[in-house]
């Protein structure tokens, strides 16, 4: 009798602490320190609760949870038109955060929804007041204008933006084309600048020396020497010597020469 009164009691204790259970389960809440809970008595909101056991009464309160950490929404890629003319897909990364949990609750259905709906809009708007170079160049700051208009709109959902990052932008296959014979054409301008300039001093340079050898006696000669001196270290090379002009020239017409005196003819005897 003893046994079959425990397996009675166990029996007794099973079936009414399993109810127990379940009925002391819906008046705890447990709330993470990265959450906060929003509590409403018949539908009214009646107060927030911060992280760790909050117990409600069932069926009249009711909880809701808000995360309080960074969220991200990827917004897929999509085509946007440029200031001038040029279309481009565009996807972009939304970072923000719940900054009043309240309004993020009563005063918007879907706050993520929301945020991802308008952040789409700022991005057309924005991307479709600049130009391309512009785009391609300046990702920074157009990302923090997309950014600055959601965040405007966004205050009155209780969400703050931390920032808005444009991940990649795709051009067209004719526009890369494009673009890549513009930079090769512009790589050439410079290379094509860069030896005139380099002709151009090196102009200069043997301007100056010719005009000092011409000025210093002797100098010529000196440097013709040392030309000699360096070609002739290499037994490999031949040198050919060239008299100057004036030694193949026929006398009358060097500059020393003077032409001889024709004989002066007799006049006839009368």
């Known amino acids: 009798?003893?046994?079959?009164?425990?397996?009675?009691?166990?029996?007794?204790?099973?079936?009414?602490?399993?109810?127990?259970?379940?009925v002391f389960s819906s008046f705890v809440r447990i709330i993470y320190d990265y959450q906060k809970g929003l509590v409403l008595t018949l539908g009214k909101f009646s107060g927030m609760r911060n992280s760790g056991v909050q117990f409600i009464i069932p069926l009249l309160q009711t909880m809701r949870t808000v995360d309080l950490r960074i969220q991200t929404i990827d917004i897929p890629k999509q085509e946007v038109l440029s200031k001038d003319n040029v279309s481009a897909?565009?996807?972009?990364?939304?970072?923000?955060?719940?900054?009043?949990?309240?309004?993020?609750?009563?005063?918007?259905?879907?706050?993520?929804?929301?945020?991802?709906?308008?952040?789409?809009?700022?991005?057309?708007?924005?991307?479709?007041?600049?130009?391309?170079?512009?785009?391609?160049?300046d990702r920074k700051s157009i990302a923090d204008s997309i950014s600055s208009v959601v965040e405007k709109d966004s205050k009155e959902w209780g969400v703050d933006i931390t920032g808005i990052k444009i991940q990649d932008i795709v051009l067209p296959d004719t526009m890369k084309r494009a673009m890549a014979r513009q930079a090769q054409a512009e790589r050439e301008k410079r290379a094509s600048i860069i030896v005139a300039e380099g002709e151009n001093m090196a102009a200069d340079k043997l301007a100056l020396a010719a005009k000092i050898l011409s000025d210093s006696p002797g100098a010529m000669h000196l440097r013709t020497l040392q030309m000699v001196s360096s070609v002739s270290?290499?037994?490999?090379?031949?040198?050919?010597?060239?008299?100057?002009?004036?030694?193949?020239?026929?006398?009358?017409?060097?500059?020393?020469?003077?032409?001889?005196?024709?004989?002066?003819?007799?006049?006839?005897?009368k």
């Open 1 to 22: 009798m003893a046994g079959e009164d425990i397996i009675g009691c166990c029996t007794g204790l099973f079936f009414i602490g399993i109810p127990a259970f379940f």
């Open 89 to 137: 897909f565009i996807n972009a990364v939304v970072y923000f955060k719940i900054d009043n949990p309240e309004v993020a609750i009563f005063n918007v259905q879907d706050y993520r929804a929301a945020v991802y709906q308008h952040s789409q809009t700022a991005i057309r708007d924005v991307v479709g007041s600049r130009t391309l170079d512009q785009l391609l160049t």
């Open 233 to 269: 270290a290499d037994k490999t090379n031949i040198m050919n010597f060239v008299l100057p002009i004036e030694g193949v020239q026929f006398p009358e017409a060097l500059p020393d020469s003077k032409p001889e005196a024709k004989p002066k003819e007799r006049e006839p005897r």
